[in-house]
């Protein structure tokens, strides 16, 4: 009663005096209703059960309420998910002693990749969100008029304090390395930590204003409400209500997604390059329906018709449907131009057909010509310089179909490549460990290009550990596909003084050898991981890719009675499910593996070693799976924001699920702090065998593809309770008061040394300071020309009227 009372009095305050509090951003109105919920379900609450009673009673003992104004305390928790600290840490990813281990000719080919890669990382910016491209302009528009230290001494002359300019700096900097106002990494907002008229303030003050006051303010006025919103849409990305999204227009739900999907189906055709815009047009007469056309929306430079890739208007369950193309058609062309001058210094001509079919992709639209094109990929084997490009990665598209803009260069790491080497070779006798059988294993294991690369470029939403494509199915399945870890973002990301929920034993342990097992997590992750497992598909003909009379599903000793039907990939059957539901398997794999002492032995380790880094491996992702997993939990939608922080919760509720002591986490001090307690003695037993039988059920229900088996497994898993034995969605208050910000990459530029007079001139590669002036310098560098932000918001304006609200 006293919780109720003082939370009652706290929300009275804000009604009768009209405060507004900046840090939970809540209203007048706000506080009224809620103070009318609170008086509501106070004396309407049911109690269900005295389980439910004893568990209420507790945590108002531990500090908890659990009255209605619980939201309002959950406001002001989650508010600070949703900026950047002034403290945000910062660091530069190395390359340069692999840069100047390059020849001339490798370094100008790696030049015009990087280029290609970071204007083609434009687009990240409209997928991301709609006011993403109108802030970039913005930001881009005052950082290129005048150095940091004008803007800054002009801006504190105006009022602004050194914490309100910081705080300026930290979300420009978030913003560039997110490619726009949602996080990479858990696709949440990131909104200024800094109020409105402040950032308002620094605007005015700047020497772009005084330049250009129309325009400046013309973009201001864009994208001031949007800059600061956090309703519940706007919180996260989404579809329909649940969040934000511009691969599909505003006004699509989860039904228009599947209805393209099944669309996209009946065409034999895959959304990687594609967005969906719908446009309905009123009936005529009164009692009629009104028509719904679909456009599908290829990314190409090429905009008019082609028979061979677009589709004329037709009909398809009662809505009309176009394939058009197009889209990004402007960003697009510097990154075919630059594609074409890299091509002159291609070292064989497995390099130069692949980036002639990347070309013709990028200029076509063809899906097709970029599925060529990572064929001689894959074929490219051991090259001093490694790259990929094309839409990617379909993490950030809430139906789990559409690719994301990404590009990366890089240069090989012989020694840390030669352990992946081995690790390659002795795959197809590390497969058979694995615990679903050889039946549901590939035919035959296609052996990748692994190789531990130093990256230079990498141009997208944000910078992975390790990375296992292409990512089409017909060719990872029949053909093969490539391994890399990044080896300098591993050791740049993975440094961190203080690690909360353990013991100071294991913190010191973690610490030591966490570098280590991270690089052996990733490496069975990738190759073992993503690259295992085969998918039942029925062919033509009535025919089948394994024994239909023979193979039985080894959950119940049953004939296999589902697979993929013609048409159907996994990315098309599993949805939106898809990506943790595969991120989850590659883990489990890596944990499941990393118990086989020979492959620590591969990487280099033996002894106490060796017995170290398995448990800080298997520590470290359960570890993960609590105290940074929650972070990327959004309990007002019951939404998972992340698909390898799902995965990891997941593996957790496993091993907890276990018992026998594996594992434990309590409540160490109430509402204050958590322990995470793992018995190093049971994980080859006890956790062996729960990760083995978890591991099978993910692999039959994807190669048989059984997503109703899949999505209830996988959904009891991912559940994040208020009650019970477990109470995690309380935990995550604990979790988020303990919070670390991810780090932020400052990555170098290349510039061509232009001398007429020699046939190869040299390129320069300049590094910044690991600080937000570093990283706003290194993309103002990046992108010397104004034409950027005027082909941004020509994009913009081309499609706004799709998503006005």
Known sequence: MYKRCVSRMLLQRRVNNSYINRKTNTSRAYAAKSLMNMERS???????????????????????????????????????????????????????????????????????????????????????????????????????????????????????TEDEFTAFLVYTAGFLSNAGNYKSFGDSKIVPNLKKTKFEAIVKVSKAYSQSSQDVQSLWDKVEARLYSLNDRAKSLGLGDKGTTTYFSANCTTEDADLVNRFMQSKGLESYNARCFKTVQPATDAGKKGSVTYEIRLASVMTEDDPKITLPEETFEESKFRVTRGDYSKLLIPVVDNLRKAKEYASNETEKQMLDKYIGHFSSGSLNEHKDGSRFWIKDKGPAIETYIGFIETYRDPAGQRGEFEGFVAMVNSEMSQKFTTLVNRAEELLKKLPWGQDFEKDEFLRPDFTSLDVLTFAGSGIPAGINIPNYDEIRQSEGFKNVSLGNVIPANMKQDVIPFLSDEDQVLLNKFRIQSFEVQVGLHELLGHGSGKLFRKLPSDKFNFDIERVKNPLNGEPITKYFNEGETYDSKFGAMGSTYEECRAEAVGLYLSLEKDIIKIFGYEGQDADDIIYVNWLSLLWNGCAKALEMYQPSTKKWLQAHSQARYVLLRVCLEAGEGLINVVESEPGKNLRIVLDRSKIATVGKTAIGQFLTKLQVYKSTGDVEAAKAMYDKYSEVPESGFKPWALWRKIVLDHKQPRKIFVQSNTFVNSDASKPLSGVTLKNYEPTFDGLIESWVDRFPSTEVTTTLLELWAKDQKYFSE
């Open 42 to 160: 106070f004396f309407t609450r049911k109690f269900e059960s005295i389980t439910d009673i004893k568990w209420r009673v507790n945590n108002v003992k531990r500090g908890y309420c659990f009255c209605q104004s619980r939201a309002f305390a959950m406001t002001s928790d989650d508010y600070s998910h949703f900026t950047l600290p002034n403290n945000q840490p910062v660091v530069a990813l190395e390359c340069e002693t692999a840069f100047n281990a390059l020849t001339t000719k490798e370094k100008l080919y790696a030049h015009y990749l990087s280029q290609a890669a970071w204007n083609g990382g434009l687009i990240v910016l409209i997928q991301t969100s709609v006011e993403s491209p109108l802030i970039f302009a913005l930001l881009y528009s005052l950082f290129s008029a005048e150095p940091i230290a004008d803007l800054k001494k002009s801006a504190l002359a105006a009022g602004v």
